[in-house]
């Protein structure tokens, strides 16, 4: 499903930033960021064993099959056997592939920044995704809406194997040619299940298996995604990963002032992929992928059901899954049968008083039960809030929730500490990456790394970065991201 190909030669590339400690849990040794690193970080070089390859696939875009697609600028430069399992190497941005269509098959510098450091970000905050080794920049000149300048990103993770890729070759069984499309789809499902899904080599039917344990990581993924606040952006069909991972990180935003209907891609005018939709677009993705897998299920080609039976636990696995972050997030260790509902309340509070969705839970992990919602103390969290009965009437219920949690014992100290490693104190927003893109078009890098310093910790405070943790400023209103820069 891949050509090999070489990419187009940068010219005269430098390293923005380099991930040390990923290159650590990679096996490699230190000092492995040397001109023969940049070479072929850069996708000038390969070494020995190496033999870029750029997949095809395909995909729905919006809503709308797009028909093939394809790493249009992405390379795959090997698979390495390291201390966390085989990884795969990917570069992004090293120039045409076959599937470049009509582009360039480059990204600019001010994408690249944006998807390096908020790959790490996340996986520091615990959610599943696509890894960043490396950020190079060079001078060559690429149009976009102005001119600007390129970037590699060298990328990271077990396979990048999205849904388009069952897409594409389901598509080509259901258009004829059928056997050849079929063979090449099950030999990807029995890659991925005995590469990645091991444990159901043995199932009865591995595609349906498959999609079981799809259903079941996209699920945990939109319930991660949506409880930091996290907007992909782009959540067609080519950018969902089949290991659950958070893939192609584009017009992605963090949540300010809380929206639920908040729409963070600038080309998404009809607001399809919005915040609150994401959990929704999940599962429309997941029908996309049973679909394609459906001429592997011959049982099935008379009577679904057994697919739709698989894919129905979406509609129990994703509430279950959100309803462990809203408790986890609120503090709370037990069950009880209205903890979701203080959760629905609370943000629909929050979304009423338009409160800052990160500073508001980071806020209420110093929150005091025992004390009366009105308490000087708790004035950071209410403050909040300008509707301030409507928080002391959700706060009352809140102390008294947390009073009850069975044998509670847990002294407040001990449920700010538990609190604060699910509610981050510092996130990706949009002004952060923007100060840190303006300074490195400007030939200053530094910003860059120290962002990527502090959000490999985004639970600590961190002295001295209390700004990174504050409101965005009003410019960062005028601040716009849209799809494939
Ligand atoms: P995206 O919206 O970034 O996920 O991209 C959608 C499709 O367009 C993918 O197949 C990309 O590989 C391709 N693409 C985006 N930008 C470029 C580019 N500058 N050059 C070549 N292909 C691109
Ligand atoms: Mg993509």
């Known amino acids: 499903m891949g050509t090999i190909c070489q990419g187009d030669p940068l010219p005269s590339p430098k390293w923005v930033a380099v991930n040390g400690p990923l290159a650590h849990e990679l096996g490699w040794p230190e000092g492995w960021d040397g001109p023969s690193a940049l070479a072929v970080l850069a996708g000038n070089a390969v070494w ?144 991925v299940v005995v590469h990645h899904y091991p444990h159901l080599q043995d199932a009865d039917n591995r595609a349906l298996a498959l999609l079981d344990a799809v259903v079941s990581r996209t699920a945990e993924l939109m319930a991660h995604w949506q409880s930091i606040g996290f907007c992909h952006g782009v959540m067609n069909t080519d950018n969902m990963s089949i290991l659950g991972l958070t893939i192609d990180y584009g017009p992605f935003g963090f949540l300010n002032e809380f929206d639920p209907q908040h729409v963070c891609n600038h080309s998404d005018t009809h ?117 301030r009965d409507g928080f002391d009437a959700w706060a009352l219920r809140y102390g008294a929730r947390l009073e009850a949690e069975a044998g509670d014992t847990a002294s407040q100290a001990e449920r700010t500490a538990r609190m604060q490693q699910v509610n981050p104190a510092y996130v990706l927003r949009n002004h952060l990456a923007e100060t840190a893109i303006r300074r490195a078009q400007a030939g200053d890098f530094s910003e860059v790394q120290r962002l990527h310093q502090l959000l490999m910790q985004p639970y600590d405070e961190q002295p001295g970065f209390e700004a990174y943790a504050d409101f965005p400023p009003d410019w960062a209103q005028s601040i716009e991201v849209s799809c494939s820069s």
């Not at 875009?61 to 085989?86: C, H, K, N, S, Y």
């Not at 396979?159 to 598509?171: K, T």
């Not at 394609?292 to 129905?312: E, G, H, R, S, Y």
């Open 271 to 387: 607001g399809r992929y919005a915040w609150q939709n994401q959990p929704q677009m999940g599962y429309w993705n997941l029908r996309a992928l049973a679909q394609a897998l459906l001429p592997l299920m011959p049982d099935t080609k008379d009577d679904p059901q057994a697919v739709i039976d698989v894919l129905q636990t979406y509609e129990q696995r994703f509430p279950q899954a959100m309803r462990a972050r809203w408790s986890a997030k609120l503090g709370l260790q037990t069950e009880q049968a209205d903890d979701a509902q203080l959760a629905v309340d609370l943000l629909q509070l929050m979304a009423a008083c338009r409160a800052d969705f990160t500073i508001t839970f980071r806020r209420l992990c110093q929150y005091r039960g025992d004390l009366s919602p009105a308490d000087t103390l708790n004035a950071p969290v209410r403050d909040m809030f300008i509707d």
């Open 48 to 191: 020995p064993g190496m033999e870029p390859v750029a997949t095809v696939y395909s995909g729905h875009q919006f809503g709308v099959w797009a028909g093939q697609l394809g790493d249009g600028r992405a390379l795959l430069l090997g698979e390495l056997i390291t201390p966390m399992g085989p990884q795969e190497i990917q570069l992004k941005g090293a120039g045409a592939t076959p599937y470049s269509r009509r582009a360039d098959g480059r990204a600019v510098l001010r994408s690249s920044i944006r998807e390096f450091l908020c790959s790490e970000a996340m996986h520091a905050l615990g959610v599943p995704t696509t890894r960043a080794l490396s950020l190079v920049a060079s001078p060559q000149a690429v149009r976009r809406e102005t001119m600007e300048t390129s970037a590699v990103v060298g990328r990271v993770a077990p396979s990048f194997i999205r849904f388009g890729h069952f897409e594409h070759f389901a598509h080509g069984a259901a258009a004829g040619d059928e056997l050849r499309y079929e063979a090449t789809l099950q030999a990807l499902v029995d890659f």
